[in-house]
Structure formats: structure tokens, C-alpha cells
T-cell receptor, first 116, second 112 residues
Framework: GAGVSQSPRYKVAKRGQDVALRCDPI?????LFWYQQALGQGPEFLTY????????KSGLPSDRFFAERPEGSVSTLKIQRTQQEDSAVYLC??????????????FGDGTRLSIL | KQEVTQIPAALSVPEGENLVLNCSFT??????LQWFRQDPGKGLTSLLL?????REQTSGRLNASLDKSSGRSTLYIAASQPGDSATYLC???????????FGPGTRLSVLP
């Protein structure tokens, strides 16, 4: 597609429920990133994929967070047993080929998650 | 651990003014630095990307400079317009990682 697409745009869940957030990167982009953005703050790194391989998950805040990209394209971020502190905007970004670290990251509009 | 700060946190200027936004980072071992714009409820729009070997990049009314040794970057906006109102974020990519480390942003309001 023309840009990075994320769905849903808004998600409201009760504490304890599981949620799944979807990211569809720009076609041909090898690298995919997930970030978490709290209100009034800059995004914070969660995890990084190169094709289907999850190469860095150091930013995931707990083992309740799980991300996958099984076919090297669409990615899903899953949060199990949601807590109120999980409320944030979750941003997905993609960039061009591996090895070209100079390529810019392109961001989607994010999913705003609210945990009640 | 890389830390990125931005000054000021918020800025309000009348239309037509030239302005400078500042970004500082603690670890100079960066691969590149990217400036983004974020409108309320939206994702990030890339404005300028500066490689570590570059000193500045220009796009229209925007000019970004990079002084890697001192850990600083500035974003210069000429002849500001109300449509420039947004939050401006800088982010650095370290030599040893793939992800960006973001600053907290500068919230800009340009008054008509």
C-alpha cells in the first residue's frame, strides 16, 4: 500500500482482556518496528523484525506482550491480561532493506488503546 | 544508554517568525538522526533525515543541522505558518541498534 496501515485505530478493552493490534507495512519493507507512546511523551521502542525474524524484543515491558510477523509482512502485537498501564498509542513503523541503516522509518497512524 | 532531550517543551510564536527547535543526545555514536512531525491523534511524519556524516539537510522552509561531536541537532523553521502547529520529535539511531530513540518532543503553536 501507499503507507503503513494499522488497525484498529481505537481499541477499548476491560482490564484482564487480551487484545491484538495489526500492522500492515509498506510493501517491500523488510524492517518493522513497534513503539509505545504514552500521552505527552515520545515513542518508546518495543520490538524489531527483519522479515519474519524478531531480532530485538528488548523493549517489551513484560511477558504479557508478544509480537509476531509470520510471513515477513503483516505483524501483530498481542497483549495478554491487559492492565491499565498498557493504555497508550501503539505505533508501527517500517523501513527499507536491511543493511541500509540510513533509510528513514515510515510510521502508521497508530492504535490508541484504552484499558478500563 | 542513549538519552534524547528536546528544548523547549512548548513554544508559541506569531505567524511569520523564524524559529529554532533544539535536540540533544548523550551518546555521539549515532548512525543518523531523523526529525518528525506529529499532529494530534496521528502518527509520525518524517521531515528530514540526517546521516552521521552529514552536517545539514534542507527541505523547503525546514533546515536541520547536526553536530554529532557535541550531541546536538537543531531544526530551523523559516517564516512559520499556522499549519506548522504540531509536535516536533527528534530521534536518533545508534550505531549498535536498529531502532530509534526518541526525544519527548516540542509542542509548537503558530498563531495567526
Amino acid at each position: 500500500g501507499a503507507g503503513v496501515s494499522q488497525s484498529p485505530r481505537y481499541k477499548v478493552a476491560k482490564r484482564g482482556q487480551d487484545v491484538a493490534l495489526r500492522c500492515d507495512p509498506i510493501s517491500g519493507h523488510v524492517s518493522l518496528f513497534w513503539y509505545q507512546q504514552a500521552l505527552g511523551q515520545g515513542p518508546e521502542f518495543l520490538t524489531y523484525f527483519q522479515n519474519e525474524a524478531q531480532l530485538d524484543k528488548s523493549g517489551l515491558p513484560s511477558d504479557r506482550f508478544f509480537a509476531e510477523r509470520p510471513e515477513g509482512s503483516v505483524s501483530t502485537l498481542k497483549i495478554q491480561r491487559t492492565q491499565q498501564e498498557d493504555s497508550a498509542v501503539y505505533l508501527c513503523a517500517s523501513s527499507l532493506a536491511v543493511g541500509q541503516l540510513g533509510q528513514p522509518q515510515h510510521f502508521g497512524d497508530g492504535t490508541r488503546l484504552s484499558i478500563l | 544508554k542513549q538519552e534524547v532531550t528536546q528544548i523547549p517543551a512548548a513554544l508559541s510564536v506569531p505567524e511569520g517568525e523564524n524559529l529554532v527547535l533544539n535536540c540533544s543526545f548523550t551518546d555521539s555514536a549515532i548512525y543518523n538522526l531523523q526529525w518528525f512531525r506529529q499532529d494530534p491523534g496521528k502518527g509520525l511524519t518524517s521531515l528530514l533525515l540526517i546521516q552521521s556524516s552529514q552536517r545539514e539537510q534542507t527541505s523547503g522552509r525546514l533546515n536541520a543541522s547536526l553536530d554529532k561531536s557535541s550531541g546536538r541537532s537543531t531544526l530551523y523553521i523559516a517564516a512559520s505558518q499556522p499549519g506548522d502547529s504540531a509536535t516536533y520529535l527528534c530521534a536518533v539511531r545508534n550505531n549498535y541498534g536498529q531502532n530509534f530513540v526518541f526525544g519527548p518532543g516540542t509542542r509548537l503553536s503558530v498563531l495567526p
